[in-house]
T-cell receptor, first 106, second 116 residues
Framework: GENVEQHPSTLSVQEGDSAVIKCTYSDSASNYFPWYKQELGKRPQLIIDIRSNVGEKKDQRIAVTLNKTAKHFSLHITETQPEDSAVYFCAAKYIFGTGTRLKVLA | EAGVAQSPRYKIIEKRQSVAFWCNPISGHATLYWYQQILGQGPKLLIQFQNNGVVDDSQLPKDRFSAERLKGVDSTLKIQPAKLEDSAVYLC??????????????FGEGSWLTVV
């Protein structure tokens, strides 16, 4: 079955800096890679996703890149703001990574 | 559009007791998932249904956990008997289809279980 690894587990950045979270997956048949943001006590919320026929997707300050050959994908957040502080999860199809706790320091 | 509904939101039980969680997916969503999220960890898939059939239950501890989706809509997840390590949030989620366009997963608010 699918296995997803996510790094780093925690990430602290200064407000305005960029944050990058990386994930790898094992099943070459996976074709859908969503990213979720989870605030304390809340449900995971989809923030961006990418499908296997696309190498990069951007939505305002958030971008995701996918390298199918290497089986890894990354989330990039630019111009980080305090409200970006949360736990971020990557997923390959419906299998989730272990999460990255992002702290944006004001 | 109504979201994924779950109940109860919170439950406290003693170990060895039983508990059941209910989920109603988004209307028209054929695929339903139950995840277990232990504090500080990512959601772990317990079971995936496509309509009323099981697609993946490889991570479901079948000696104590059971789930059903008899009419292909609502689902229940049962734990019997509960152990301390079952304390977690049980997230129900649904998607229109499991693959391709339309497979975005939407989560319910979760059922918080504490086993004492």
């Amino acid at each position: 079955g699918e296995n997803v690894e996510q790094h780093p587990s925690t990430l602290s950045v200064q407000e305005g800096d960029s944050a990058v979270i990386k994930c790898t997956y094992s099943d070459s048949a996976s074709n859908y890679f969503p990213w979720y943001k989870q605030e304390l006590g809340k449900r995971p919320q989809l923030i961006i996703d990418i499908r296997s026929n696309v190498g990069e997707k951007k939505d305002q300050r958030i971008a995701v890149t996918l390298n199918k050959t290497a089986k890894h994908f990354s989330l990039h957040i630019t111009e980080t703001q305090p409200e970006d502080s949360a736990v971020y999860f990557c997923a390959a199809k419906y299998i989730f990574g272990t999460g990255t706790r992002l702290k944006v320091l004001a | 559009e109504a979201g994924v509904a779950q109940s109860p939101r919170y439950k406290i039980i003693e170990k060895r007791q039983s508990v059941a969680f209910w989920c109603n997916p988004i209307s028209g969503h054929a695929t339903l998932y139950w995840y277990q999220q232990i504090l500080g960890q990512g959601p772990k898939l317990l079971i995936q249904f496509q309509n009323n059939g099981v697609v993946d239950d490889s991570q479901l501890p079948k000696d104590r956990f059971s789930a059903e989706r008899l009419k292909g809509v609502d689902s229940t997840l049962k734990i019997q008997p509960a152990k301390l390590e079952d304390s977690a949030v049980y997230l129900c989620a649904s998607s229109f289809r499991p693959e391709g366009i339309g497979n975005t997963i939407y989560f319910g608010e979760g059922s918080w279980l504490t086993v004492v």
